[in-house]
């Protein structure tokens, strides 16, 4: 159902020593259709920020989830779409996070459960 996982924005900074550090997280799902309605495509865009008080450690990333649907008559929109599939397209932003933080040498992060 998930056709693709495209990153749309990604900071990170990590001036960190310790291994284990407790972080704040913020974390927004939204609903988006395209304007062409007849495409069997909906995403779910993710927006995650993770950061320390002391401002050592800050992670901002934006993604979009594409969900490809086999019918129109499957179809979802809006908050059907966001009830049904919001975990989905969350834990495929936390691989494509823990993904890119192991291609630049860090550890991978222990996701908040939602």
Not at 24 to 46: E, G
Not at 73 to 79: I, K, P, R, V
Request: hydrophobic share 40%; charged share 30%; proline share 3%.
């Amino acid at each position: 159902m998930i056709k693709k996982t495209e990153c749309l924005q990604f900071s990170y900074e990590n001036r960190v020593r310790e291994k284990e550090f407790e972080l704040d997280t913020q974390l927004q799902f939204s609903a988006q259709s395209p304007i062409d309605k007849i495409l069997l495509q909906r995403a779910i865009i993710v927006r995650f920020k993770a950061e320390r008080d002391d401002q050592k450690f800050r992670l901002v990333c934006m993604c979009r989830v594409i969900f490809e649907f086999p019918s129109a008559e499957e179809l979802l929109d809006g908050e059907a779409l966001l009830r049904q599939h919001q975990m989905d397209a969350y834990h495929a932003v936390a691989e494509m996070i823990n993904r890119t933080m192991t291609a630049m040498g860090q550890e991978k992060l222990e996701f908040p459960e939602v």
